[in-house]
């Protein structure tokens, strides 16, 4: 009798814990998948909350919870107002007069106007942020009275109102300016605030809906939370389980995985990064066959990008020979011809330059690069006679290849807006130009676009990508597609030129 | 007992000091480019230059490691360099998160251990076969394959408990509960394996010994002399390695922390190190070397405790 009553005991307890673990509902509820609350999921850990500590792609989101930048670039990438009503340029495009909103206040209760956006744009251009560049044209900022700033450039600067959307736009209380919590609490005039008892910085960023905001149409939910993941497989699981909305998947795996359990999946209609080859050593520097350009040619004639991504990225991608975005008017899908795989044609043009045996070279490996695509290249490069040799760059891989440590790499680039990518990308001051390598030819388009009106710089740029095309200084693949997870009860629309969706792109479902 | 105590406290300054040392060397010299990775792919050099300089990257090593262990002295550990939050507010979040787990599993691992151990040494027969049997197999089978396999099916298939996440005490018991329940399932089962196997073998020593023949033929009963004389004796190895699980944990957690995107320290530590945050893992080492010295120290006074053979003055 005595052993039933223990059993029973026992039973009880186990039942009882079991309640409590699993309760009615399954467990805890965590956020997600309730119409007032959105959870996205990232394995990206903001770096800082500080505007000028800012950075792009996957940081975007966490700034656009609590600031509020002076112009709003909507989903296709048109320029909209937000603390800048209206704006325009002289006619010698160097000066941009801006009006601004006089009803915004910041989380603190700072008021916002003229002066503080004057301290925020020379703080950001004078910092050490990763995107400082943004505005290394800006001179000087004229505050002209409480509602009204002139941006006064160095040079005129076509890419200035995109960047004003961006990072360079970001507006904070100046009252944080000398904080250093600013980099762990933000202090913005966005559509939310951050509730610091919630959030654990590195693993769950909470905001709750601000109720004086200017503009509530912005403002979709009253709790935006970000999770972080360490690792995707736990992203997945937990966009199976529902506890969070929506979240960047980029593992080919996780992705068919992912659809398999009817996680819808979307893919941006304009590509954010191409896959291939960057020769570095256009000058010929380090390894003189590749300041040829029948040799960079015979390179980009020896890979088959459509089977590469075929083989490797299950077809997730579309092919190209360009590095402009396909959101560029200066996209030519007829230069995506100009390199068929032909190694025998390859073959034809190093013996023409005078590289009939080949050349030796070597290219970064790194735990970026997966080892199946570096095989690939190593195989196609020396059925034209190129003989790599990898040396592993380890975690300083981006310093080592800007360093001009190496002639040529493989790399997964993004393709931001035009003038941006010249500048980046071509000139030869670029960061992403070590050996310097400039063209008469190249130099003088690159040079015309400033002065120019919105019609020839399409053309300008038009004649910049045919210009790299024919002369090789790229080996483009392919654009590889971004994919998005979002679980149902959230609608989303994605953002050009961005690889997850700003924050007001998300509504409940209806 | 007390001067024995603070001996061992005094050498586990020392310690920390040689170790703190090793460390900020150990990354220092491993560091790489850390202001190009903080600014990423499109800074130019001279941002890069810029930002070295401002986090004091082109000071000499030993100018920098006096700079931290003088900041530290006072109790100022300094900020993330690439999340900017201060060390000590990390710390504070996520070691009770590892410590949960860690305690968790040491509670688990010793009961289970335990009666398994003891039931397996007593009874001997199919019982033992078997338990030696399930060791084996908890031993071999890999812990990050555990801690999937329960993500997956109890988790994402079943639905019986959340599949990611933690949730504080202080928030929600159950949540808390809800949270803990298969990460600490996953960390015990190899843990379970090694430590049943000591108690086993310690219990069949003991088992042996005269006087607990002794104690038999002069008519104790027979939990007595389990409970009381033979356990308390087989105790020392199965404290002792328990202590190393503990401490072995401390670090174990980590894949565990992955799988249930857990806020742990282990996390912390692998993410600052792989990046070159030395701010945070020298915050990680301090804190690291102070609890195993505790934790040593404790499980001496408590083997000591409980067999008075093993006191030491």
């Known amino acids: 009798m005595r052993s039933l009553r223990r059993t029973r005991s026992a039973i009880g307890m186990v039942a009882a814990v079991g309640l409590l673990l699993t309760g009615c509902a399954g467990y805890v509820d965590q956020g997600g998948g309730s119409a007032d609350d959105l959870v996205l999921g990232s394995t990206v850990v903001p770096a800082s909350f500080d505007p000028a500590q800012a950075g792009d792609a996957n940081y975007v989101p966490y700034f656009q919870a609590a600031y509020d ?14 603390l800048a009503t209206d704006w325009s340029y002289d006619e010698s495009n160097t000066v941009l007069s801006m ?19 004057k301290q925020n744009l020379e703080r950001f251009r004078d910092g050490t942020g990763p995107l400082g560049h943004y505005l290394a044209l800006l001179e000087e900022v004229v505050v002209v009275d409480p509602t009204h700033v002139e941006l006064h450039l160095s040079a005129p600067d076509p890419s200035l109102l995109v960047h004003l959307g961006d990072a360079a736009g970001l507006m904070a209380s100046p009252a944080a300016f000398d904080s250093p919590d600013l980099a762990t609490v933000p202090a913005g005039s966005g559509p939310y605030v951050m509730d610091t008892s919630a959030t654990v910085q590195g693993s ?6 601000r109720d004086d905001y ?25 966009l199976k389980t529902g506890q969070v909305d929506a979240g960047n998947l980029s593992n080919r795996n996780n992705v068919n995985e992912a659809e398999r359990a009817g996680i819808e999946i979307v893919r941006p209609d304009i590509h954010v990064s191409w896959v291939g080859l960057i020769i570095f050593d256009r000058t010929g520097t380090t390894i003189p066959a590749l300041g040829d350009e029948r040799v960079r040619r015979a390179i980009n004639h020896a890979f088959d990008g459509p089977r590469i991504l075929e083989a490797l990225y299950d077809g997730q991608g579309t092919p190209t020979q360009q590095i402009f975005s396909e959101a560029s008017e200066a996209y030519d899908p007829a230069l995506n011809e100009t390199y068929a795989y032909d190694p025998e044609l390859a073959r034809e043009l190093m013996a023409e330059a005078g590289y009939p045996d080949g050349f030796d070279i070597t290219m970064p490996t790194s735990a970026f690069f997966d080892q199946p695509t570096l095989q690939i290249i190593r195989q196609s490069l020396a059925d034209i006679g190129v003989r790599v040799t990898y040396e592993d760059a380890g975690q300083d891989l981006i310093s080592r290849m800007l360093a001009g440590d190496y002639p040529m790499s493989l790399m997964f680039l993004g393709a931001p807006v035009d003038w941006t990518l010249v500048n980046s990308y071509l000139t030869p001051d670029s960061a992403w130009n070590p050996f310097h390598a400039q063209d008469p030819e190249l130099s003088e388009l690159i040079d015309a676009v400033p002065a120019a009106d919105d019609g020839e710089q399409a053309e300008l740029f038009g004649e910049i990508n045919r210009y790299l095309v024919d002369h090789a200084w790229f080996a483009p693949w392919f654009w590889i597609d971004e994919t998005y997870a979002v679980n149902d009860g959230t609608d989303v629309v994605l953002q050009t030129q961005q690889n997850v969706p700003s924050v007001y792109n998300y509504t409940p479902s209806a | 007992m007390l001067s024995y105590i603070v001996r061992r406290l005094a050498a586990g300054v020392v310690l920390l000091f040689v ?10 010299l491993s560091g790489g480019d850390i202001a190009r990775r903080l600014l990423g792919q499109m800074a130019t050099e001279d941002q890069v230059a810029a930002k070295a300089g401002e986090l004091g990257l082109d000071q000499p090593l030993v100018t920098r490691y006096f700079d931290w262990l003088g900041s530290a002295l006072g109790g100022d550990f300094g900020r993330s360099w690439f999340t900017g939050e201060p060390v000590a507010q990390a710390l504070e979040n996520r070691l009770p998160v590892t410590l949960t787990l860690v305690i968790g599993t040491t509670l688990v691992v010793a009961v289970v251990s335990v009666l398994l151990g003891t039931a397996a040494a007593v009874r001997r027969g199919w019982l033992d076969r078997t338990v030696q049997l399930l060791s084996v197999a908890g031993y071999a089978l890999p812990g990050f394959w555990i801690a999937l396999l329960l993500a997956l099916v109890v988790a994402v298939e079943l639905g019986w408990f959340p599949a990611t996440g933690y949730v504080p005490f202080s928030l929600s018991v159950a949540g808390w509960l809800s949270t803990i329940t298969l990460p600490i399932a996953a960390l015990s089962i190899g843990a379970v394996a090694s430590t049943t196997q000591q108690v086993r073998g310690a219990m069949i020593d003991v088992l042996r010994q005269d006087y607990i023949r002794t104690l038999r033929s002069r008519g104790l009963p027979r939990r007595r002399v389990l409970l009381r004389h033979a356990l308390r004796n087989a105790s020392g190895p199965g404290l002792t390695v328990l202590a190393l699980q503990f401490i072995g944990l401390m670090g174990g957690a980590v894949f565990v922390e992955q799988i249930f995107a857990l806020p742990g320290i282990g996390l ?19 804190v690291t070397v102070v609890l195993v010295t505790v934790v040593n120290l404790l499980i001496d006074i408590a083997v000591g405790f409980l067999n008075p053979k093993a006191r030491v003055r």
């Open chain 1, 69 to 82: 930048t002076l112009i709003r670039r909507e989903p296709d990438g048109d320029l909209a107002p937000m």
């Open chain 1, 99 to 117: 009006t601004l909103r006089d009803d915004v206040t910041f989380s603190d209760g700072v008021a916002f106007d003229a002066d503080v956006a």
């Open chain 1, 204 to 209: 769950s960023y909470v905001f709750t809906r």
């Open chain 1, 214 to 238: 200017w503009d509530p149409s912005l403002q979709h939910y009253e709790r935006l939370s970000f999770d972080i993941f360490p690792d995707e497989t736990a992203l997945l699981n937990a």
């Open chain 2, 19 to 28: 170790i703190s040392g090793i460390a900020y060397a150990t990354m220092f």
């Open chain 2, 268 to 286: 912390l530590a692998v993410n600052a190190t792989t990046r070159g945050d030395i701010p945070m893992v020298m915050g990680v080492v301090v």
